[in-house]
């Protein structure tokens, strides 16, 4: 009877482990979302600001994160820029090269591929910026795939000529996780002030990302 009661407790024991082991690792809590399912992109083409052309397949095989605004931006656009280059400097001090930092212009009228290869390199040479041929809708799956929000607002007043073709431009302030597979796995949120100010913290960042990426290589 007695070793029958010490099988049963070992067996007991032993299911217990099995089940504590082959339970799922609960996802990372992360400064904004992380998708359950990644979200497949599909397919579009750019121009990168080496003037190559830059589609799906270019996402594969590496982490991006996606950066998103325009170079004539006074304050949110460099700031953001910044800060994931710092982000970017420490992650290749811990030994992670794995994430490819992309800045997808949302004014491709002033922000030609020599702008752009003029200002995405000054903040970081490994970035990339992306820009499209006008006259063709080959961005607006890239754009849709991730949510990227942004507007055109045409300048009106009395000293304004119509034909000058003057405008504004409007956008959201976010970051875009994409997976080796070319697929959305989370969205990052700026940190905001008490007076509005949208910002990202280098700190946060990486911390996210790496939580993530070891979220993943967990097999979870």
């Given at each position: 009877?007695l070793?029958?009661?010490?099988?049963?407790?070992?067996?007991?024991?032993?299911?217990?482990?099995?089940?504590?082991?082959?339970?799922?690792?609960?996802?990372?809590?992360?400064s904004?979302?992380l998708?359950?399912?990644?979200?497949?992109?599909?397919?579009?083409?750019?121009?990168d600001?080496?003037?190559?052309?830059f589609?799906?397949?270019?996402?594969?095989?590496r982490?991006?994160?996606?950066?998103?605004?325009?170079t004539?931006?006074?304050?949110?656009?460099?700031?953001?820029?910044t800060q994931?280059?710092?982000?970017?400097?420490?992650?290749?001090?811990?030994?992670?090269?794995?994430?490819?930092?992309?800045?997808y212009?949302?004014?491709?009228?002033?922000?030609?591929?020599?702008?752009l290869?003029?200002?995405v390199?000054?903040?970081?040479?490994?970035?990339?910026?992306?820009?499209?041929?006008?006259?063709?809708?080959?961005?607006?799956?890239?754009?849709?795939?991730?949510?990227?929000?942004?507007?055109?607002?045409?300048?009106?007043?009395?000293?304004?000529?119509?034909?000058?073709?003057?405008?504004?431009?409007?956008?959201g302030?976010?970051l875009?996780?994409?997976?080796?597979?070319?697929e959305?796995?989370?969205?990052?949120?700026?940190?905001?002030?008490?007076?509005?100010?949208h910002?990202?913290?280098?700190?946060?960042?990486?911390?996210?990302?790496?939580?993530?990426?070891?979220?993943?290589?967990?097999?979870?």
């Open positions: 009877m070793a029958g009661f010490l099988l049963a407790n070992v067996t007991i024991v032993a299911v217990a482990a099995v089940v504590l082991l082959s339970r799922p690792v609960a996802p990372p809590q992360i904004g979302v998708l359950p399912q990644a979200r497949a992109l599909p397919d579009f083409q750019l121009i600001h080496h003037n190559q052309a589609t799906r397949d270019d996402l594969k095989g982490w991006h994160l996606v950066s998103y605004g325009f004539t931006c006074p304050d949110i656009c460099p700031t953001t820029l994931l280059a710092s982000a970017n400097r420490a992650l290749k001090e811990l030994g992670d090269r794995n994430l490819q930092v992309l800045f212009t949302v004014d491709p009228a002033r922000d030609t591929v020599a702008q290869s003029s200002y390199p000054y903040f970081d040479p490994d970035f990339i910026g992306l820009t499209h041929q006008q006259g063709n809708d080959l961005n607006l799956p890239f754009e849709q795939g991730l949510g990227i929000v942004a507007k055109l607002i045409p300048l009106e007043g009395p000293d304004i000529d119509p034909a000058d073709n003057e405008y504004q431009v409007v956008h302030v976010k875009f996780l994409i997976n080796p597979n070319g959305l796995q989370a969205i990052f949120d700026p940190e905001i002030s008490f007076s509005g100010t910002s990202f913290s280098p700190d946060t960042i990486t911390h996210d990302y790496l939580a993530i990426r070891r979220y993943y290589a967990a097999g979870t």
